[in-house]
């Protein structure tokens, strides 16, 4: 082997620094968006958590006794696969009011039926406090935590303590109901349901019968609205409706830079002015 030369030191020296800078900005951007979560979240908490070395959220939630929905709930900075978690994170556990108890933690060859019965509940009512069990509870794994409340129903009870205090209009799901044919029904934006509902999951599988809907809160109203439909594009669709590509997406944020992301059966608001407080037709 030869030796190391003068400029390969000076290589691995300037290599190693650079991964030192790196780490420094990585966990200095973690801390920043940190503490902007801190300010949305932390001051309605009544429990919080320091995460620790090998902390993982369904660990943190049998620890700590709180549902895998209320940690992800209770801190919307958590990405889908819990994959960001960091050393010295504040989380919240348990937001004021919102702390559904008993906790039970799944187990290899459970399903939603022998939960239920264990501990003495109802699918429904298990679905009701852990909303992000699908219809089928296909997607139960074992070391999730879930809430096993036999007064049924808590975490919706929870949700409406927090929504629909603030709703001008509200709406209860009934059999057959789906995301798009309520907000073709009600005259509401699919963007503007998904907002006001945040226990709604992106594919909207996990509505309920019975369940509550907040429609449209207090000054975000935004009318009027169109179905898209076969062929419509953002250009025709703002052209038809007197507005402009900029201010359709304004109105509708879950629509693409390039709106290629509208399909058949959405439901759009097309006023003319941008921003949910200044969309309803009576103040243009």
Same mark, same amino acid.
């Not at 207090?218 to 009027?224: M, R, S, V, Y």
């Given at each position: 082997m030869g030796s190391i030369k003068p400029p390969d030191i000076m290589l691995a020296f300037v290599q190693l620094f650079s991964a030192v800078l790196a780490s420094i900005y990585i966990v200095g951007a973690q801390a920043q968006a940190q503490v902007q979560m801190e300010a949305q979240v932390l001051p309605k908490c009544t429990k919080e958590y320091t995460v620790k070395p090998g902390d993982t959220c369904d660990g943190i939630s049998a620890a700590q006794r709180v549902s895998t929905w209320q940690l992800a709930q209770a801190n919307p900075q958590i990405n889908k696969g819990c994959t960001n978690l960091f050393v010295g994170q504040k989380l919240c556990l348990v937001r004021n009011g919102e702390n559904c108890q008993p906790t039970y933690v799944v187990n290899a060859g459970d399903t939603c039926s022998s939960i239920a019965k264990k501990v003495g509940t109802t699918f429904d009512a298990l679905r009701a406090n852990n909303p992000n069990i699908d219809a089928k509870c296909s997607n139960i794994y074992p070391k999730e935590v879930l809430c096993v409340a036999k007064g049924g129903k808590k975490a919706q009870d929870q949700m409406e303590a927090q929504v629909l205090p603030e709703c001008t209009k509200g709406y209860t799901v009934k059999s057959g109901d789906f995301c798009d044919g309520i907000s073709a029904a009600q005259g509401v934006s699919t963007y503007q349901l998904a907002h006001a509902n945040p226990?709604?999951?992106?594919?909207?599988? &996990?509505? *309920?019968?019975?369940?509550?809907? +907040?429609?449209? !809160?207090?000054?975000?109203? +935004?009318?009027?609205?169109?179905?898209?439909?076969?062929?419509?594009?953002?250009?025709?669709?703002?052209?038809? %409706?007197?507005?402009? *590509?900029?201010?359709? !997406? %304004?109105? &509708?944020?879950?629509i693409d830079a390039k709106c290629s992301n509208i399909y058949p059966g959405e439901v759009l608001c097309v006023a003319k002015k941008k921003g949910l407080m200044y969309c309803q037709e009576e103040d243009m």
């Open positions: 226990q709604i999951n992106k594919g909207c599988t &996990n509505l *309920f019968v019975g369940e509550k809907l +907040c429609l449209a !809160r207090k000054g975000e109203d +935004c009318q009027p609205t169109h179905i898209v439909q076969v062929g419509d594009t953002c250009a025709s669709i703002a052209r038809a %409706a007197g507005t402009s *590509f900029d201010t359709l !997406r %304004a109105n &509708n944020p879950n």
